[in-house]
């Protein structure tokens, strides 16, 4: 697989754990399959949390003006309060520390010896393309070893071991430093840590902006009515992308310090918007409603944003007793960068069951099976799933499986294609890779959805900045194929 093919969601970027613990992701991070496995125990040195130094020279916040119009209802976090509301020039904000995870100690020339070979010969024996993507994989080990021999500090170590997954060029297989490792087992239990507006985004390349998909619950930003399919085309002033380069970035910053985003709602023209940046530990909640209905039908619309938090599954499955008994569900996967199998397990279980494909490796065929969990009328509610470019890897195979067993339709643009599944493995140091190890086979079909993508059964062609929830085209084209199912 060619990645310049692939569309990398952004919406995810971290995965997680490293027991024995039998699980998948499915691929493009947060986006991938994984399954755990130990190659070696993991040693007694831990992961500790160490911060890069401020530059001493670093100018101090300044205050802004006491009474400007932005600052009138402005909410002030209740850490914050008290505190007079200050800025940071948004060129200085890269420079704040930055919790960086970190070895407890370096490795040894044995150690990092072990750990080269022990990755070796793991991504030999499983990789599911035998040879390497054409990429000269036991030519460049043998470079990066005579390197370890000539003495690597633990930090270019584990930069070499990251370039080297990447170089495979799979879009999929990434390496992990014990500090990583640790942030995404966080993640994956739905445990957010960081200083910010709250709001989970997507870049736009073409507009030169970054979109909100999702609000973080009692956040600045949901305090600032900042809702999702908004724009934020400048950060203080400056540019938020600039070509290719996404800045978002200078949307954090210190806590309770001040930020001033030029924002644009769909069919409104820009506008400022004053925020106070507090710590976020909060995860993306699942968005869930009644959709509107001229027939009186009680439809619900339900939002993914991945499936790399497992206190989504509990999530769901609220929504769906607190929604009752539906004539039709609306699943939005539009945005659903994938993740783990624990995840996506679950969540399948209330609307299917049974093996729904396989997991399909050089040597070996897997069952994915799923048990059934009824909600309300969960197993037999018509169901429309929306998705588009970024659906990826779990999202493409929930999507593509509640399709091809007849469970589904799905509205919305073709998907890139990227279901390969990844397995972890562990090292002794607690640093892992995850590898593409096997590829997924649909229940019903012979579509390879590595190649073709899932393929709507209603095209609808749409922009995500450009529509609110009512004016949304896919919603609408759901609504109508679930009043024909009637």
Not at 28 to 40: C, E, I, L, M, P
Not at 380 to 401: A, K, M, N, R
Not at 429 to 446: C, H, K, L, Q, Y
């Amino acid at each position: 697989m060619n990645g310049n093919q692939k569309s990398k969601s952004l919406i995810a970027q971290v995965f997680a754990g490293f027991l024995l613990l039998c699980f998948s992701l499915s691929c493009n991070f947060v986006t991938r399959a994984f399954v755990y496995v130990t190659v070696t125990p993991t040693a007694s040195v831990t992961p500790m949390l160490s911060a890069t130094p401020r530059p001493s020279r670093t100018p101090a916040p300044t205050l802004t003006p006491s009474a400007t119009a932005l600052e009138v209802g402005l909410y002030i976090p209740s850490k914050c309060e008290g505190q007079p509301i200050a800025t940071v020039s948004p060129d200085l904000v890269q420079l704040e520390p930055t919790p960086t995870l970190l070895p407890e100690s370096e490795l040894s020339l044995a150690d990092q010896t072990r750990i080269l070979d022990d990755l070796s010969k793991v991504v030999s024996r499983v990789y599911l393309y035998p040879n390497f993507n054409g990429f000269d994989w036991n030519g460049e080990v043998k470079n990066i070893r005579t390197k370890v021999l000539s003495g690597m500090g633990t930090r270019d170590f584990y930069d070499a071991l990251d370039n080297l997954l990447q170089a495979l060029n799979d879009d999929h297989s990434q390496y992990q430093s014990p500090g990583v490792v640790k942030q995404m087992d966080g993640e994956l239990a739905g445990h957010a840590d960081f200083v910010g507006i709250g709001v989970l985004i997507l870049p736009l390349v073409e507009k030169q902006s970054i979109v909100i998909l999702a609000v973080f619950p009692g956040s600045p930003a949901e305090h600032a009515g900042l809702k999702s399919h908004d724009s934020i085309l400048a950060v203080d002033g400056l540019p938020v992308m600039e070509k290719e380069v996404s800045n978002n970035w200078r949307i954090r910053g210190p806590e309770c310090t001040a930020t001033v985003l030029t924002v644009q709602s769909p069919g409104e023209q820009p506008r400022q918007v004053m925020l106070v940046r507090q710590r976020i530990l909060t995860t993306v909640p699942v968005e869930a409603r009644l959709v509107d209905t001229t027939d009186g039908s009680r439809v619900g619309y339900l939002m993914l944003p991945s499936f790399f938090d497992e206190t989504y599954p509990d999530q769901v499955r609220k929504v769906l007793e607190e929604l009752g008994p539906l004539d039709g569900l609306i699943i939005d996967n539009r945005m659903n960068g994938g993740g783990s199998s624990t995840v996506v397990k679950p969540i399948l279980g209330f609307f299917s069951d049974g093996t729904l494909g396989h997991y399909v490796s050089r040597e070996n065929r897997i069952p994915f099976t799923i048990e059934a969990e009824s909600i309300n009328n969960s197993q037999q509610v018509p169901l429309v799933i929306l998705v588009g470019e970024d659906t990826v890897s779990y999202g493409e195979i929930f999507t593509g499986v509640l399709q091809d067993i007849g469970r589904a339709e799905v509205v919305g643009k073709n998907t890139l294609g990227n279901v390969e599944v990844m397995r972890s493995y562990a090292f002794l140091d607690g640093s892992r890779i995850w590898i593409a190890e096997e590829r997924f086979e649909p229940p019903v079909s012979a579509v390879d959805w590595e190649k073709d993508g899932i393929k709507p059964d209603v095209a609808v062609d749409f922009d995500w900045s450009t529509f609110t929830f009512e004016s949304d085209p896919c919603i609408r084209a759901a609504i109508d194929l679930l009043a024909k199912r009637k």
